[in-house]
């Protein structure tokens, strides 16, 4: 097996086991919402969140780069 592989292999494996040590339910409150998940989808969504906003930042600032006049 190639190292890309067996790197991916690794961090799966450490993904699992953080998803089985904080499964533990908590309550998340925003604005008037208050919405009741586990400790691993709450931060797995706010990773998401991040990663994507990032993304999208960085897609902007390229199309910036690519027209300077606008």
Request: proline fraction near 3%; include cysteine.
């Amino acid at each position: 097996m190639s190292a890309k592989v067996i790197a991916i292999i690794v961090l799966l494996i450490l993904l699992l086991i953080f998803a089985i040590q904080n499964t533990q339910p908590v309550i998340l409150n925003f604005l008037f919402w208050q919405i009741s998940t586990s400790l691993v989808l709450s931060i797995l969504a706010s990773f998401v969140i991040g990663l994507l906003t990032g993304c999208l930042l960085m897609m902007i600032g390229r199309m910036k780069e690519k027209n300077p006049s606008s």
